[in-house]
């Protein structure tokens, strides 16, 4: 196995730390590899599309969903870190509304799982960020929404320096009470 599944809050949503060959000249890791991710989740996903990101310090992207095409994805930082929030929006699950975080580095390689059903956003905590993901299943603008990423119903714990830089899209970002979820 090159890596080791970790749990967090949310049973769906799964931290992954790969296996790190490292010796004086640097280091080698697979990021990701279909057999392996299929072997240690018991999920079988097709990724169409990979982003990346970079972001300064206290930038807060998210909460991000598609109420149709759904997207999972696999999510990581190449240099920097940041603080990584997966919340559940599938109305009969028994953790709708909970979120689970994880800290993703360059330095830890950690990667996280966020499946379709839920919304995503990261906050940036060092000087900046460098955020790579892979999605399965394309971007469509006209089915993203946001989700009010300091809404006190959901009451995530942001580690914010003041007030977070957001894009226009989050600032308008709904309240879960108002939000479109998924059924």
Not at 82 to 110: C, H, I, Q, Y
């Amino acid at each position: 196995m090159n890596f080791t599944v970790i749990p967090t809050a949310l049973p769906e949503v799964l931290i992954l730390e790969p296996k790190v060959f490292g010796d004086d000249r640097g280091f080698f890791f697979e990021s990701f590899n279909a057999k392996a991710f299929e072997a240690a989740t018991g999920l079988k996903r097709d990724f169409v599309q990979d982003n990346h990101s970079r972001s300064a310090r206290n930038v807060l992207r998210g909460l991000h969903y598609q109420i149709q095409h759904p997207q999972g994805k696999l999510v990581r930082v190449v240099s920097g870190e940041v603080f990584d929030v997966a919340v559940d929006l599938r109305k009969g699950s028994p953790t709708f509304g909970k979120w689970a975080s994880a800290t993703l580095s360059a330095e830890n390689k950690r990667q996280l799982w966020v499946p379709e059903g839920f919304a995503h956003g990261f906050l940036v905590t060092s000087e900046s960020a460098e955020f790579l993901y892979k999605t399965t299943d394309y971007w469509y603008p006209e089915h993203e929404r946001s989700l009010a990423w300091n809404d006190p119903e959901i009451g995530i714990d942001w580690p914010t320096e003041g007030q977070p830089m957001l894009a226009a899209k989050d600032v308008a970002g709904k309240h879960l009470a108002a939000a479109d979820v998924f059924e």
